[in-house]
């Protein structure tokens, strides 16, 4: 039976525009938050970490400096004349240290991966985001142990953007890398988060909907209490509205609820 979204698309009001953003972190964030993961996360899952991945991640970090030291955009002082013109390695020491800390990192997850029990039986989720570490559920800022939401939305990247501003102070420029993927790490949770929640209150509403049709159409309650009315033209008859309700009903219960 055709998936029933008339109530979504009618009733529901979105902000285009945020969601929009969200979604623009959410597609582009995978090398941002990986360079992050890999060291404060473990037993991700296979399918979310990718060894090809972090390679690439690797890869690009290992020649970015070189590359810079070419470009007028990148590393300008090296080109405006009368400017005295630091040394790459002044300004990547810290850089090329972090890079040693994530080949480790990527190692140590994928030999996690590789011990992990097998998803083909069953035994295990394979887009896990992995452990989150202890450090940030002992830590009480809000005079509360924090949230799983909490840690991956704002202390997760909050560590590391303001390791990444402290960085940034002393001309590294692991420090600007920083604070640009925690942007992206803690916007694209957000974004996941939102679309988690959506999610669960389409199911909840649908639930809501499909309990409380026949009272809504059969009986013409003007009120209910569950907040459920429908705007269409309704039968005169009460048989044709039972037939009405139950068919509405069924669609709820068939309804398929992925997007």
């Known amino acids: 039976m055709q998936q029933n979204t008339i109530y979504r698309q009618v009733y529901r009001r979105d ?3 945020f969601n929009f953003i969200l979604g623009v972190f959410i ?5 941002f938050r990986l360079l992050l993961e890999v060291i404060i996360r473990k037993n991700m899952g296979e399918r979310y ?6 390679i690439s991640v690797a890869v690009v970090m290992f020649f970015f ?7 007028p955009f990148l ?5 405006y004349y009368g400017h005295p013109a630091p040394s790459l390695w002044s300004q990547y020491w810290a850089w090329y240290m972090y890079l040693v800390a994530f080949v480790a990192g990527t190692y140590l997850r994928w030999r996690e991966v590789k011990r992990n029990p097998s998803v083909f039986n069953g035994g295990r989720a394979t887009i896990y985001t992995g452990d989150i570490h202890p450090v940030f559920f002992e830590m009480h800022p809000l005079g509360r142990r924090l949230t799983t939401r909490q840690v991956e939305c704002f202390f997760e990247p909050a560590a590391f953007f303001f390791v990444g501003y402290f960085l940034n102070l002393f001309g590294q420029k692991l420090g600007i890398l ?6 992206f790490y803690a916007l694209s949770y957000v974004g996941m988060y939102r679309k988690a929640d959506d999610y669960i209150m389409d199911i909840l509403d649908e639930q809501v909907y499909a309990s409380e049709m026949e009272n809504v159409i059969v009986n013409d309650a003007p009120n209910n209490a569950k907040g459920v009315r429908v705007h269409g033209t309704k039968p005169a008859d009460k048989v044709a509205r039972k037939k009405l309700a139950d068919t509405i009903k069924a669609q709820f219960d068939d309804v398929s609820y992925v997007d």
């Open 75 to 79: 590393y300008p002082s090296r080109h």
């Open 15 to 17: 902000n285009v525009l």
């Open 65 to 71: 400096p070189l590359a810079a030291e070419k470009l």
């Open 27 to 31: 597609t582009f964030s995978s090398w």
């Open 178 to 183: 920083f604070m640009v993927s925690s942007t």
């Open 49 to 54: 970490f990718k060894l090809s991945s972090a």
